[in-house]
Every structure is written in C-alpha cells, then in structure tokens.
Nanobody, 124 residues
C-alpha cells in the first residue's frame, strides 16, 4: 500500500519560509513526484516537479523561491519555500507517479498517489 503523508505547513508572515515534507511508504522515489497546491475556489495547480533522476521543473510563480528535493534514504520528498507571499496561501499536496519521467509533470491526471495535504497560510 502506497502512503504519502505531508507535514510542515503552518501560518507565516509574508517574507517568511517553510519546509514541507512528504513521507512516503510503499513507493520508490525513483519515479516522478511533484508538489501541487489548491487555493479556495481555484483549481489544483502543479508547482514543482522532480523526475526519477532528480531533474526539477518549477512554474514561473515559484521559480527562484521554492526548491523541490528528495532524500532517497529517508524516503521523503521536500519543498523548501522562501520569501512567501499571501498568494502562496493554499493547501499543499505531494503526488507520486508510476513512471520515472513525465513529459509535462504538472497535470494532476499524471499522478496516481496523493497525500492528504498540509495547509500553508501567509499573512501580509
């Protein structure tokens, strides 16, 4: 059974930082993974992708501020978020695919497994 459990969310002021973790069991980190977020009344959007080999891709809105990484020994995916703004307020989800590489990487339909989410709230 594959299980993804996010943690590390919370409330911070604008300009602050948070590090999200996604503990993974029953799954190999040698496949593609990503972080998505969903704000109230908005669609879920992919923001950071990491391939099985460690290649990373970011959407423009988080590039230069967020860093996705993984620790194979700890079976954990991370998202370091710096210089947070109120626009980053959302529920954040980690997702895992069943292939090593994805052509796009930001479509929810590309991912088979999802965590339950962790809330990030940024105040101005």
């Amino acid at each position: 059974q594959v299980l993804l459990v996010e943690s590390g969310g919370g409330s911070v002021q604008a300009g602050g930082s948070l590090r999200l973790s996604c503990a993974v069991s029953g799954y190999t980190l040698s496949n593609s993974m990503a972080w998505f977020r969903q704000a109230p009344e908005k669609e879920r959007e992919g923001i950071a992708y990491i391939s099985g080999s460690g290649h990373t891709v970011y959407v423009t809105s988080v590039k230069g501020r967020f860093t996705i990484s993984k620790d194979n020994a700890k079976n954990t995916l991370y998202l370091q978020m710096n210089n947070l703004t109120p626009e980053d307020t959302a529920m954040y989800y980690c997702a895992a695919a069943q292939v090593r590489y994805l052509t796009y990487g930001f479509r929810p339909s590309e991912y088979t497994y999802w965590g339950q989410g962790t809330q990030v709230t940024v105040s101005s």
